[in-house]
């Protein structure tokens, strides 16, 4: 895939969740303008395009899917709102922008997460579909990895994992980024599967494959801290190390985090490909997604 | 109805409410800790209490509307642990305990409300139903009262009018009343309403009768800041003028307040009195709220 098709496909989930913000007006502006300035700050928009992918590869048709995949970027975006708050990771900038409380204030920072993530139920909700049950275990699935049992939770490990006091081990590692990173990425195939229609076995399946995306996609997070440059990660390198921060990397090695990336990503992709039609772009976007060189 | 009678009733709806609860274990146990403290703080269970009693009046059987009192609560709970936070209320106390960011610390409270929100959602989906459209309606009224076209929305405004540039007149009192109080009843009693299989126009009419009741508790309220006494209201009285916070008996004065909290009540419950099945103790309930003398 080249750069140009990624980017194409980028803005066209733009200009499909665009479509379903909330109109800054009336004594709900400042909260709406803050929720809007947070999702339009960018990103890779990957959640919604691994829906849109998957949703693609089981037929799936119609703009049921749609509003999901707002939902789901409105979900991840709460998430990055609130963890920047002061009293959270108290960082000012993200992706070279103001991150919403700065941009803001704390106080409306926290108001437009909560707008976010209450929105993001709202839309999918509206979601049209003559199929009840397809909604309703859609929806099911947002919520539980999105909170306690997911994202939510793995956001409380992360957390404690930061204190002083912890000793965080391979299994507690596994625990936050199954949690934190893999819950919405599970969330995103698993729901797009549904609406397209997809058997309880290839949901399973679907499941199993967005876990290892999740996974690997950390791990080579924790191995490019230590393998790659200033210049080509565009952020300082050994940030993990300088924090005292125990990563995949420190606790099992430089050489293991390379095989089971390589292990993850092989038996992520063996999955989409053991679907009756398969989705080669979905494929390629895995591939690239977990052995990126930044 | 005696105390008695109502100590009864909030007992039933905590035992029911607490089952739903999720068991403060494994790596979510610090986030799940501080959900649980919020909820079980208290509280007069209003919300879950006019949702049942409306469920019942239109002949609602079976468990389908206890994850929803459970949801309801949660969020009326969200809402308090995020407004009494530093950066919005900054509030140590709230019925004679400690806030949750007070019992544990701000970044706990904010994983805490997200967790609760993210959680009521959760619950109400697990609502077992064979009749999907009813849950999907049910999911919808809750989505939007809770939101920024319902509760956040009213919250964003109170915000607002805090701001010392700000001109409180008539109309934006009623859009933050509306909106950050009566919206919750609005959802709690038509979400009852919906469950138990009654018709659009019941429900439109139940939605007129909690607005009633929303705005008429809140206009009490504000005559009660400035007729009653510390003795009875067990809180200081003239807060509002001190904090020159305009209310509904700055802007209108006593007597048209108070003929509004009777015209307001007197419809609300003569709304009720109209089904064809009569809850007598919701209507006492609802006329005990609105002409409380603390």
Known sequence: MTKQQLADKTKQIEETIYQYLPKAEGEQKPVIEAMNYSVLAGGKRLRPMLMKEVFDMFGGEGKVIEPFMTAIEMIHTYSLVHDDLPAMDNDEYRRGKKTTWAQFDECT??????????????????????????????????????????????????????????????????????????????????????????????????????????????????????????????????????????????????????????????????????FGKRNLFLEELVEQLINREK
């Open 109 to 274: 920072a926290i108001l437009a997460g909560d707008g976010l993530l209450n929105f993001a139920f709202e839309t999918a909700l509206q979601a049209e579909t003559e199929n009840n049950p397809y909604l309703v275990k859609a929806l099911r699935i947002l919520a539980k990895k999105a909170g306690i049992y997911g994202m939510i939770g793995g956001q409380t490990a992360d957390i404690e994992a930061e204190k002083p006091e912890s000793n965080v081990n391979g299994e507690k590692l596994l625990f936050i980024h199954e949690h934190k990173t893999a819950a919405l990425i599970q969330a995103s195939m698993m729901i797009g599967a549904v609406l397209a229609g997809a058997s309880d076995e290839e949901i399973t399946k679907i499941e199993k494959c967005a876990y290892n995306i999740g996974i690997a996609f950390q791990i080579q997070d924790d191995i490019l801290d230590v393998t790659s440059t200033l210049e080509v990660l565009g952020k300082p390198i050994g940030s993990d190390e300088k924090n005292n921060k125990k990563t995949y990397v420190s606790i099992y090695g430089l050489e293991k985090s390379k095989e089971d990336v390589k292990r993850l990503s092989e038996e992520a992709i063996a999955i989409l490909a053991s």
